[in-house]
């Protein structure tokens, strides 16, 4: 009897034991967030394409006080995970909303029909999307920008700047990456910002169908250089960093063509020496306003499903200064026109139907409405 009464007790001890020390590992648990918590879902370019994803990265970590080169919060309050294939869109969205972060964002239309079916399964969740607007769902922020009004920007720039050179008749180049109404914008307002300083400019574009196929844009933007074009806009996520790089190798060779960076400002990624960059602008398309937005509507729980647009006057959508090649003249015309766009006196259409009614611009872009 004394043996059992023996065991009982030690047995006891050693379950008090095992509470006690469980209750102390809780703990932190169990005290009060300091702040929300945010997955970042992107395509299989992830936050290296030195574009899109990469400003909303930079959004993320903007909100958190820390830097590209020390995240010091990751881990605690946010991360990101890449999808390398459209299949995995739907699983990394379940595993996110099951892993209880307070807010996960997607980047891109291509996630939209995904986000829609797992943000109706579960309404409780709070989700955001880059560049969709149409989604019917009551727990989702949708956060759209003004591209067309950014990118008429960079055409002009990119039109002055072979005004300036004493280009005579210059060819202007698009590349898209896969098409759609968000990139048609990017197109349109590009073609719509040379015209305004060159009307009868000669425009070609092309479409490379994916976010990250740089080697197929580096091959036709060596086409179109080598045919005469002189500056190429491209609007294609990871892609369009094969556009910077034909630029870089035939500026470096002495050859007066350009890029024309997006999303982010791509100067560093076009130097092709110390101080020279093949990259004359950069269409910023300021990702991480929306990103600060959301997570800050999250914290304050005045977080809904609605639509915002991110335009000139919200500085959501811009144009870099970065390169000295972009002359104070240049800039100065730049500034007139933004302040135009503002006012309301430049009206820059966003669809490829209504450019297509203003007289002279492209009847045959490979740019579709959705």
């Known amino acids: 009897m004394k043996k059992f009464l023996y065991l009982s007790l030690t047995a006891l001890a050693v379950f008090a034991l095992f509470f006690a020390g469980c209750s102390k590992k809780e703990a932190p648990k169990a005290a009060v967030k300091e702040d929300v918590t945010v997955r970042l879902l992107t395509d299989a370019t992830g936050i290296d394409d030195k574009s899109f ?3 909303a990265w930079r959004g993320i970590l903007e909100y958190y006080g820390d830097t590209w080169a ?25 595993q996110a909303t099951d892993e209880g972060y307070d807010l996960i964002v997607t980047t891109g239309f291509t996630w939209a029909d995904s986000l829609g079916q797992v943000a109706h399964d579960n309404p409780n969740q709070k989700y955001m999307i880059v560049d969709v607007g149409w989604l019917d769902s009551s727990n989702v922020l949708q956060a759209l920008y003004a591209e067309h ?17 004493g280009i005579t008749r210059p060819r ?4 898209g990456g ?13 073609i719509q910002g040379v015209f305004s300083v060159i009307p009868n400019a000669e425009i070609v574009d092309y479409y490379v169908n994916s976010w990250g196929d740089p080697g197929l844009a580096k091959t036709q933007a060596k086409n179109w250089y080598d045919s005469g074009v002189y500056a190429i806009y491209s609007a294609a996520g990871g892609s369009g960093n094969g556009t910077i790089a034909q630029a870089k190798e035939y500026r470096t060779a ?20 110390s101080t020279d960059s093949a990259v004359l602008t950069s269409m910023l398309k300021r990702v991480e306003t929306s990103l600060i937005y959301g997570l800050k509507a999250a914290k304050n729980n ?5 639509v915002i647009t991110f335009d000139l006057r919200a500085d959501g959508v811009g144009y870099s200064t970065s390169n000295p090649a972009l002359t104070g003249d240049i800039v100065n015309q730049l500034e007139a026109m933004k302040q135009k766009i503002i ?6 259409a966003a669809t490829n139907a209504e450019a297509k009614r203003l007289p002279g611009f492209p009847q045959n872009l490979k740019a579709i409405d959705d």
């Open 302 to 306: 005045t977080f809904k499903g609605e």
């Open 70 to 94: 020390n995240p010091k919060g990751r881990g605690q309050y946010y991360d990101v995970v890449a999808a390398q294939t459209q299949d995995m869109y739907i699983p990394n969205l379940r």
């Open 178 to 190: 896969v098409p759609g109404a968000t990139i048609t914008k990017f197109e349109v307002g590009f």
């Open 172 to 175: 202007f180049g698009f590349i």
């Open 343 to 348: 006012n309301g006196e430049i009206k820059v």
């Open 254 to 273: 002495g050859r007066n063509v350009w890029a024309i960076g997006v999303d982010s400002d791509q100067h560093e990624e076009g130097l092709y020496n």
């Open 53 to 55: 994803n990469a400003a």
């Open 149 to 165: 009004e950014g990118s008429f920007l960079v055409g002009a720039a990119a039109a002055l700047k072979a005004k300036a050179d």
